[in-house]
């Protein structure tokens, strides 16, 4: 069957660490992998998309990898702060087309303390 | 970046009745908005893909004739649950992708959370 799986619901860290969301998936081939953060009682907020012939992409104090042999996505928080504590989503497009949903896993609950 | 709204952000009403919900894209045109629901401690659960100027289409399991979808223009789509009841709690958040582009990435509403008593 089709799964895509953030391995830890919550990850507790301390400020200044490097935070590293794991999300995995099977029987798909997605042409890319999208990252979100939502907050409590909020829409997500998109973060970044990497494609399938990115090794890793950057933007400020992220970084997302991807692996399409291991059918994994990394992504990094570097520097963390208690700001960055939110719940992390990833998403795929199963089709690559525009006009189909993201599936998306259930999130890791990041709180960075201080 | 992108900006979607919904309104209302919240609402509480009584069971049996029917609360409508709407999803607007405020700076660029969406073919195809989609319906989530998502409830405590879950992940966002695609309801149905919003199709401008044609009939929704449905995940299995969800109910057509309870969450009546229309996208009468390429910026707006309304969600009406129908004869709500208690179990229809949950926050309702809509997505909407740019037609213009690559429509990649999906956008986001802020959400609405419903409440019925």
């Known amino acids: 069957s089709q799964k895509i799986e953030q391995n830890s619901e919550a990850l507790n860290i301390q400020e200044g660490k490097t935070a590293t969301l794991t999300c995995n998936y099977t029987n798909y081939s997605p042409a890319y992998l999208q990252w979100y953060r939502q907050d409590p009682g909020r829409g997500p907020v998109f973060l970044l998309l990497i494609r399938e012939n990115e090794k890793e992409k950057r933007k400020e104090r992220l970084k997302v990898t991807f692996d399409t042999t291991l059918k994994q996505s990394l992504f990094h928080i570097t520097a963390s702060q208690p700001a960055d504590s939110a719940t992390y989503l990833c998403?795929?497009?199963?089709?690559?087309?525009?006009?189909?949903?993201?599936?998306f896993g259930k999130g890791t609950t990041l709180s960075v303390s201080s | 970046g992108a900006v979607v709204s919904q309104h209302p952000s919240w609402v509480i009403c009584k069971s049996g009745t029917s609360v409508k919900i709407e999803c607007r894209s405020l700076d660029f045109q969406a073919t195809t908005m989609f319906w989530y629901r998502q409830f405590p401690k879950q992940s966002l659960m695609l309801m149905a893909t919003?199709?401008?100027?044609?009939?929704?289409?449905?995940e299995q399991g969800v109910e057509k004739d309870k969450f009546l979808i229309n996208h009468a223009s390429l910026t707006l789509s309304t969600l009406t649950v129908t004869s709500a009841h208690p179990e229809d709690s949950s926050f309702y958040i809509c997505?909407?992708?740019?037609?213009?582009?690559?429509?990649?990435?999906?956008?986001f509403g802020p959400g609405t959370r419903l409440l019925v008593l």
């Open positions: 919003s199709n401008e100027g044609s009939k929704a289409t449905y």
């Open positions: 998403a795929l497009d199963p089709s690559g087309q525009a006009g189909t949903a993201l599936i």
């Open positions: 997505s909407a992708r740019d037609s213009s582009g690559a429509g990649e990435t999906q956008y």
